[in-house]
């Protein structure tokens, strides 16, 4: 399953420079052999005191010279043999990959030593301790993590124009960013590409998605050119007149429709007893009649208010928790320095945004609320979403060592690292991902879409609903789910499948592409990132779903 073509022979490979021909591995899949760029190879991180698990390589691709917007990457080899590579996109919009590799599914756990983090101490670097990640998603496949937009995590541009865009931007610039990766690190072609993020990167997720295979169909009929006829920037290069080996994409926690995701959330509020019956319904009642159009002041706006007023100040993005969201905060959000807001995001908010300030808590990032969310002064409150501890990825990847150990930017170059940025002004431009996605499966991509059971901000009764609205054919019912080796219920899935009429099936990227397939499936007691509370099913139910098991 996981195979950047890197190689596990990362025991010893000094020679990172030359490209190696690929061996087979036994199970047929490749054995990593290393990337062209040895210069951006990441050899050692402050805190790990071992050899890395695998290879690693980070840096910078330009992907708009007018603008100097440049994306930054950081790129993890599996550690055992495998044919895949997931392209990472944490959503937001603004919030960094990076955090995805520190709280998620990162090769490495990132924790304070003991005592260092006590009440009166200041940590320092030497304060923070790295060990390996059993449940790193790079035990199955390599995984390459993008700070997207420019102006998120260690991206940035030169100018301050560079910091204003929207979807489609974002889009143009990731798709430039691909080609040109694969230009530098020409075996990644040979891997199978999947798309993969989470929250608002449901919007990101499909988009790139989409971009990358009507890149091959222009390539199939026979059209050199790249980049859609708005982008920002033209992938330029050998790289750009080559198909891509997109198989699929992999979307959790995802933002997908407006009416949908806030429909979903009425009735999760419902299901999961934080709301009463007349509530459930007043609330539906008046949304309805104004097409769940959210915006603050509005009908439905104000008919959700009192929803989450009803709720109290649970923990939006994992209610099992027993962090809070109000304005006293628990012990835990104390001690990280959490920004906490009274309001709770919702999706529906993004479609009576106009230009946006990208700031305030993680939850504005998610879906630009209607109104400002709360927090406290300064950049760590102002980035750190509810309940979550961030102060050891903050001290990390704003330390000089760190940043020139994984070729980022200076300080005086990209700004400090934030989990989600205070500098975009962000325009949300795409509407509803639902008719992406039946186009993809209809094109004979592979989806798995996974939630959180425990995530009211984009729950799984929103996700549920659009899966089964698709209208495709189940080929494997509706069925709990387990992790190898173990009884207990994981979670549950439900597979459908979109059969092509023969004359529609195309050779793409040296495949035959035959029926596209969706899995939906949920993870049992997790949050809005499931990786981050449940890792162990997280890996699991990849691992299983990249095996065709789940």
Known sequence: MNDILCLLVAACCASAAAAISVPEAPNGRIASSTPDQSS?????????????PSKHFSGYITVDEQAGRRLFYYLVLAETPSDVLLLWLTGGPGCSSMDAFTYEHGPLLFSFKPGADEPGRTPTLSDIELNPNPHSWSK????????SPAGTGFSYADKPSGYVTNDTVTIDDLEVFVARLFEQYTQLRQLQLYVAGESYGGVFVPLLTQRLLRHNQRQAAGSSGSGSSSGSGSSSGSGSRRPYNIAGYVVGNAVTDNAVDARGQVDYAFGAGLVDADTHRDTIRTCEAHDWRTAAGSPCGDAMDRLEAAMGPVNAYDILAPCFSGSGSSQQAAAAG???????????AAAAAAPVIAASSWATNLFAA?????????ATLRHTISCADRRAALLYYNAPAVRAAIHAGTLEQAGRWEPCSDVLHYTFTAGSMIPMHRELVAAGLRALVYSGTADYVVPFTGSRAWVYGLGLKASKPWHAWSMPGSKQVSGHAVQFEQQQPQQQRRRQAGRQRQAGRLTFATVQGAGHMVPQTH????????????????
């Open 140 to 147: 199955t496949a390599s995984v390459l993590y993008v700070d």
């Open 370 to 378: 209607r109104k400002a969310a709360g927090g406290g002064s300064g």
């Open 40 to 52: 951006n190879e990441v050899r050692a991180l402050p805190g790990y005191r071992q050899q890395l």
């Open 535 to 550: 890792a162990a099913q997280a890996l699991a139910l990849l691992q299983l779903w990249l095996d065709q098991q789940l």
């Open 338 to 348: 959490a920004a906490s807001s009274g309001s709770m995001l919702r999706p529906a």
